[in-house]
């Protein structure tokens, strides 16, 4: 799927593939040399993190294990109130590893910062989040995120592994949507 797929869907691309593609690579080398010499487990969060996770544990040098967890958060509509349930937990066994959290978005981080404090308390030697995009203006609880691909304006996107109505996950691209897609 490319901008053309999308018709009159698309308001514009905020990020290119091309842009993605050479900060995942910036990313990587940088994780590559903060963990040399130890095996990283890349945990991603379903189901956003799906591309980011993939196109960044290709790029990566070191030893990756990667696990998967999904969880949800409730709350009104689309604001998350940061209360989590697991809805499929991790199969390895954390003690002693070296994790790093793979999300594609922190907007509010709410979700994250319960997360954080769950994997936190299975035993690992440490724990670190790389994200592919930030909005510092929706953040509602301060998380330190060690990775970060772009800090974004407060708007909604999609592409990359981000849905609306889980549609348009599959762009190359980070885009807007035009607001006829979401006011009905």
């Known amino acids: 799927m490319?901008?053309?797929?999308?018709?009159?869907?698309l308001e514009r691309v905020l990020l290119?593939?091309?842009q993605l593609g050479v900060r995942l690579d910036e990313m990587a080398?940088?994780?590559?040399a903060d963990y040399a010499?130890?095996?990283?487990?890349?945990?991603?969060?379903?189901?956003?993190?799906?591309?980011?996770?993939a196109d960044l544990a290709r790029r990566l040098h070191c030893q990756v294990d990667m696990d998967w967890m999904a969880v949800s958060s409730y709350g009104s509509g689309?604001?998350?109130?940061?209360?989590?349930?697991?809805?499929?937990?991790l199969d390895a066994d954390l003690h002693g590893r070296h994790v790093l959290i793979v999300e594609d978005i922190i907007d509010s981080g709410l979700?994250?910062?319960?997360?954080?404090?769950?994997?936190?308390?299975?035993?690992?030697?440490?724990?670190?989040?790389?994200?592919?995009?930030?909005?510092p203006?929706?953040?509602?609880?301060?998380?330190?995120?060690?990775?970060?691909?772009?800090?974004?304006?407060?708007?909604?996107?999609?592409?990359f592994g981000l849905d609306y109505g889980e549609r348009y996950r599959n762009l190359p691209f980070v885009g807007t949507l035009a607001p006829h897609v979401y006011s009905h």
Request: glycine share 8%; aromatic share 4%; proline share 2%.
């Open 137 to 159: 203006d929706a953040a509602k609880v301060e998380v330190d995120v060690r990775y970060v691909g772009f800090e974004i304006p407060n708007e909604f996107v999609v592409g």
């Open 37 to 53: 010499g130890k095996s990283v487990l890349l945990v991603g969060v379903l189901k956003g993190a799906v591309m980011v996770m």
């Open 78 to 89: 689309t604001k998350s109130s940061g209360v989590v349930r697991i809805l499929k937990d």
């Open 16 to 18: 290119t593939e091309e």
């Open 111 to 135: 979700t994250l910062s319960w997360l954080l404090s769950n994997l936190r308390s299975r035993g690992p030697e440490s724990v670190e989040i790389a994200t592919m995009l930030r909005k």
């Open 29 to 32: 080398a940088q994780i590559d």
């Open 2 to 9: 490319d901008a053309a797929d999308m018709g009159d869907d």
